[in-house]
């Protein structure tokens, strides 16, 4: 890995997998390559917190922090440091290869929200194409939508977890759609995904 990085002649086999002593190997000059690593980092907190917390003070006059005083996860990423990874378990050589170090925000509710509805191949974007195949247009409502960025947040899932959210909501829907005649529309409200209620059908002699 380290190789790598710092660039060298590597050979890689075509098709993958394991390499056969008569294989045809392709020739890459990493040199010319941006190595971007990129991870959750679980526990790079807690170091970050240790090197950087006040050591507690004891008796009547010593400051109690509250819940809301604690740093959140993404102040202590924008704080680390070198250090802080080789403590994590990164070797030096490792991080001496990668000098910049560019700390992510967390995934707020306002983030979540955007990502399902914003991007061009976005979730709800997806899921409302399905729906069209059939001739049904899906209508998911704002409450649903911060409804959905809120239980992300709460499995703390992130935006990986926004799938399987909707998945839950529509999977029932999605079987019986083919033999539903006159559906016009779907719409998915807040009671959908707080109350696991059935997504509202509505026809179109209603």
């Known amino acids: 890995m380290l190789k790598l990085i710092e660039g060298t002649i590597a050979s890689i086999p075509p098709q993958g997998g394991r390499k056969h002593p008569q294989q045809e190997m392709l020739r890459i000059d990493t040199s010319k390559i941006l190595f971007i690593c990129g991870g959750a980092f679980a526990g790079l907190d807690k170091v970050?917190?240790?090197?950087?917390?006040v050591a507690t003070a004891i008796g009547f006059g010593a400051e109690i922090k509250s819940e809301k005083d604690k740093a959140t996860l993404t102040?202590?990423?924008?704080?680390?440091?070198p250090d802080d990874l080789m403590k994590y378990g990164l070797i030096p050589?490792?991080?001496?290869?990668?000098?910049?170090v560019a700390p992510?925000?967390?995934?707020?509710e306002e983030a979540l929200v955007r990502i399902l509805t914003e991007p061009k191949n976005a979730l709800c974007k997806q899921y409302q194409a399905l729906f069209g195949l059939e001739d049904v247009?899906?209508?998911?409502?704002?409450e649903a939508l911060i409804a959905?960025?809120?239980?992300?947040l709460a499995r703390k899932t992130g935006a990986?977890?926004?799938r399987s959210i909707i998945e839950g909501i529509l999977l029932d829907t999605m079987y019986d759609?083919?033999?539903?005649?006159?559906?016009?529309?779907?719409v998915v409200n807040e009671s959908v995904i707080n109350d696991n209620q059935s997504p509202e059908l509505i026809y179109s002699n209603e």
């Open 148 to 152: 959905m960025a809120k239980k992300a």
């Open 177 to 186: 759609l083919p033999s539903l005649e006159g559906l016009e529309k779907v």
């Open 93 to 100: 050589e490792f991080i001496g290869r990668l000098p910049v």
């Open 160 to 162: 990986r977890g926004l």
């Open 75 to 81: 102040d202590l990423f924008k704080q680390v440091e």
């Open 137 to 142: 247009k899906l209508e998911f409502t704002k």
């Open 104 to 108: 992510l925000s967390e995934l707020d």
């Open 48 to 53: 970050i917190e240790k090197r950087t917390s």
